[in-house]
């Protein structure tokens, strides 16, 4: 767990998201030693040089301080205006992300991501936008630059409503549709959800007793959304989930109720057989989505509320850049060995 870190539990109110930032810059920049490239392989925004600073024109966060100590002329840094990362954000706060049973809710935890990935990628005048999937509809934000931008989004996630039992927020194959008309140029898109909304019928997890054959062979409603999103954009699905969704513990009698629909259900955790099918049918529940977002083309970030999200982030983002690497090797022949999009 995050030992020594504050949770958002405690980060939660507005005067308190300073220290959310503050606390995952630091572990960030300790973990990945200032280098904050690499959620995807691929180039973001790219250095091409300095060039003297012009009062009233340039940005000062953008000052090449090596170059001006060294001149003694004040230097700002010059990109390749093409690679500017624009990054999108679709954020689910359905009523099934208002869920927890360790230190975090998925809610919670999918708003820590949110601010990792914004810091992450908001370098050099990298662009933010997003999209809150709500109980109450879509809440848009336009992509723009500055650090007041991400966290004016961080506290609309944190202040967003919780649905009440029973509501019926827009679908996610909607808001990806959405998000696809919204961003146009290519970019980086991130969708933080526990991708529970949308699975086929019958799908194990939802409910054993009707469970159907061929399951297996539907697929997600949001699979062709997300893979049209991933024809023009880079995108990395962040999934969310908590330890009770994958196996029971042993508590006896509870009530077991749906966030999204209201059903209740009474449920013996005594017994042995029902936890064993529980966990073999939230397993392939995973297995699911997992392959639905392998077969859209899109990156895959598991995190969990029980784990040290930050750590999981940071281990994502090595493995991505290792397949950078691994794709600006020259292979046998010269060309390239090879890599992920």
Do not use: C
């Not at 967003?160 to 927020?169: D, K, L, V």
């Not at 013996?268 to 995973?286: D, F, K, P, V």
Request: overall charge positive; charged content about 30%; proline content about 6%.
């Amino acid at each position: 767990m995050n030992e020594g870190y504050a949770t958002v539990h405690q980060l939660a109110p507005h005067r308190r998201l300073r220290r959310l930032e503050l606390a995952i810059t630091r572990r960030l920049d300790g973990l990945l030693h200032g280098q904050h490239l690499g959620l995807l392989p691929g180039a973001g925004s790219e250095l091409t040089g300095s060039r003297e600073y012009r009062p009233g024109e340039d940005e000062v966060r953008r000052m090449d301080w090596a170059v001006t100590a060294r001149t003694g002329v004040p230097h700002v840094r010059e990109v390749d205006a093409d690679r500017e990362l624009t990054t999108w954000l679709l954020v689910d706060s359905t009523p099934s992300m208002d869920f927890g049973t360790a230190e975090l809710e998925k809610r919670e935890l999918a708003v820590a991501a949110t601010a990792a990935i914004g810091y992450l990628t908001a370098n050099f005048g990298n662009r933010l936008g997003g999209h809150l999937l709500g109980a109450d509809g879509i809440r848009r934000f336009p992509a723009r630059t500055g650090r007041e931008h991400l966290l004016g989004l961080l506290h609309t996630l944190l202040a967003a409503p919780r649905g009440p039992a029973g509501s019926r927020p827009p679908a996610l194959a909607e808001a990806l549709a959405g998000l696809h008309r919204a961003a146009p140029r290519r970019g980086l898109v991130v969708v933080v959800s526990d991708w529970l909304d949308g699975l086929p019928d019958g799908v194990p997890g939802r409910d054993p007793a009707e469970e159907r054959p061929g399951w297996e062979t539907q697929r997600p409603e949001w699979e062709a959304e997300l893979r049209r999103l991933a024809v023009r954009h880079q995108v990395l699905a962040v999934e969310v989930t908590d330890p009770r969704e994958l196996e029971l513990p042993d508590v006896g009698l509870i009530t077991l109720v749906d966030p999204e629909s209201g059903r209740r259900r009474e449920v013996s955790t005594g017994s042995r057989r029902l936890r064993e099918r529980y966990a073999e049918a939230a397993r392939q529940q995973r297995a699911l989505v997992r392959a639905a977002l392998r077969r859209a083309g899109a990156a895959h970030l598991a995190l969990r509320t029980d784990r040290d999200w930050v750590t999981d982030i940071v281990r994502h983002v090595y493995a991505q850049r290792r397949l950078a690497a691994a794709a600006r090797t020259p292979g046998p022949a010269g060309g390239p060995s090879g890599g992920a999009a």
